[in-house]
T-cell receptor, first 114, second 110 residues
C-alpha cells in the first residue's frame, strides 16, 4: 500500500506566478489535511477536506489560496500570485474514513519563491 | 487561545541515557493528543494517539503518557537511530484543527 504522495517535491516560482501542489492520499483514505511549515516554526493547519467537500478552511489565508479534493484525482492546493513569504514546506496528510484523527503525512513540497 | 508548547527545543543524549520530552497543551476540551516523529526532509510519521488523562501507549523504546495539562514522551535506552524531531499535536473538541508544537530535536550520540 503506497503511502501519501506529493508532487512536485520541490517547486520554484517567481513572484506573481501560480503554484499548484498535488497530494494523492493513501488508498482508501477519504480525508485530506494541508499544513504549512516555516523554518523554526511548527506545522500550521491550513485546510481539511473530504472528497468534493471543504470541511474546515479556517487556517487558509483569505486571499490567493484555495484547495480542492475532487471525486477523482489528487487534492490540489493552489496559490495564486505567489510572494516571497509563501516560501515554505507544504505537507498534506490523509486519514481513513473510520479514524480521521490518524494522519499519515506525505513527504512535502518545498516551495521557493524567487 | 489553543496552543501547544514543547520542551526542550533540543536534547542531546548519550546512547542508553533515558530521558523525557514534554508537551504542554491548552485547548478547549481535548479530543486527542498526538505524537509524531519527523526526520530531516521528510513528513511527520505518526507514533501515538492519547485520548484521556492517565492513558499510556508504548512502542519499542518509546512510551507516551497524558495528564490533563501535559503529555510526556519517555525514551528508554535510546539508540542513534532514535535521533529525529519529535512533534506533538492537540485536537480540541471545538474544531477540526490540529495544533502542533515546534518540536524537540533529539540527537543520540553513540
Amino acid at each position: 500500500n503506497a503511502g501519501v504522495m506529493q508532487n512536485p517535491r520541490h517547486l520554484v516560482r517567481r513572484r506573481g506566478q501560480e503554484a499548484r501542489l498535488r497530494c494523492s492520499p493513501m488508498k482508501g483514505h477519504s480525508h485530506v489535511y494541508w499544513y504549512r511549515q516555516l523554518p523554526e516554526e511548527g506545522l500550521k493547519f491550513m485546510v481539511y477536506l473530504q472528497k468534493e467537500n471543504i470541511i474546515d478552511e479556517s487556517g487558509m489565508p483569505k486571499e490567493r489560496f484555495s484547495a480542492e479534493f475532487p471525486k477523482e484525482g489528487p487534492s490540489i492546493l493552489r496559490i495564486q500570485q505567489v510572494v516571497r513569504g509563501d516560501s515554505a514546506a507544504y505537507f498534506c496528510a490523509s486519514s481513513p474514513p473510520h479514524s480521521s484523527y490518524e494522519q499519515y503525512f506525505g513527504p512535502g513540497t518545498r516551495l521557493t519563491v524567487t | 487561545e489553543d496552543q501547544v508548547t514543547q520542551s526542550p527545543e533540543a536534547l542531546r543524549l548519550q546512547e542508553g541515557e533515558s530521558s523525557s520530552l514534554n508537551c504542554s497543551y491548552t485547548v478547549s476540551g481535548l479530543r486527542g493528543l498526538f505524537w509524531y516523529r519527523q526526520d530531516p526532509g521528510k513528513g511527520p510519521e505518526f507514533l501515538f494517539t492519547l485520548y484521556s488523562a492517565g492513558e499510556e501507549k508504548e512502542k519499542e523504546r518509546l512510551k507516551a503518557t497524558l495528564t490533563k495539562k501535559e503529555s510526556f514522551l519517555h525514551i528508554t535506552a535510546p539508540k542513534p537511530e532514535d535521533s529525529a524531531t519529535y512533534l506533538c499535536a492537540a485536537l480540541s473538541n471545538t474544531g477540526n484543527q490540529f495544533y502542533f508544537g515546534t518540536g524537540t530535536s533529539l540527537t543520540v550520540i553513540p
